[in-house]
């Protein structure tokens, strides 16, 4: 009995030396690559919609800080809450971002709420008590911010999928792709042309003095 439980470790000793050789050379190599790369990824859309959200929780107040003063500016108080009713709807979780189409989808009601909001903005433009409001201003300080963290967000979103999409085609790490990452897809990225992601222009009534 005591020679069988001594002789069990050297049984086991070449598996033991193989990994010890094996999972370093792995770490080397980049087996780490593809998982790493994913995960940036999905925290880079995690927060892109944080900001996205941040902005939908700034409009409620903004609508009713507006329809105070230009309360018969319905359309376009319509536009908005409707336009942020639909980007609320349409949503893009860390685990479908390999869907191309569901990522059109958030894109586009995306681009309608910032169209919708820029016109709202530009309503300001002809109620001088609304451009001197202090929680209108307030607002339109938070939306300029929140607009600057999404572009932010944005940007950082698109380079962390170039990068993982890149693991999974480029040497040496297309290696574990094919081998151990089979199921890995790459992640679909922002498609709608620029200008309609624009944020809404934030006038702070400079010119409500002349």
Not at 17 to 38: H, S
Not at 139 to 146: I, M, P, R, V, W
Request: aromatic fraction near 10%; charge should be neutral.
């Amino acid at each position: 009995m005591f020679a069988q439980s001594l002789a069990f470790p050297f049984r086991n000793l070449p598996a033991v030396l193989m990994m010890a050789i094996v999972l370093p050379l792995l770490a080397g190599c980049g087996y780490n690559t593809i998982p790493t790369a994913e995960e940036n990824a999905k925290a880079a859309w995690s927060e892109v919609l944080n900001q996205y959200q941040r902005r939908s929780d700034l409009i409620p107040n903004l609508v009713e800080t507006v329809k105070g003063y230009a309360a018969h500016e319905k359309d376009t108080l319509d536009a908005v809450v409707e336009a942020r009713a639909k980007a609320t709807q349409i949503t893009v979780t860390p685990e479908t971002l390999k869907d191309p189409e569901a990522l059109k989808k958030f894109q586009d009601a995306q681009a309608g709420l910032t169209s919708a909001l820029s016109r709202l903005i530009a309503v300001s433009e002809a109620y001088p008590d609304l451009k001197a409001n202090q929680n209108f201003l307030a607002l339109q300080a938070q939306l300029e911010g929140t607009e600057n963290r999404i572009a932010v967000a944005r940007r950082d979103y698109i380079l962390a999928v170039k990068d993982y999409n890149l693991t999974l085609r480029t040497f040496p790490s297309v290696l574990w792709a094919t081998f151990w990452f089979r199921s890995n897809e790459p992640f679909a990225n922002f498609t709608v042309e620029e200008d309609k992601m624009q944020p809404p222009k934030v006038d702070f009534g400079t010119k409500q003095g002349g």
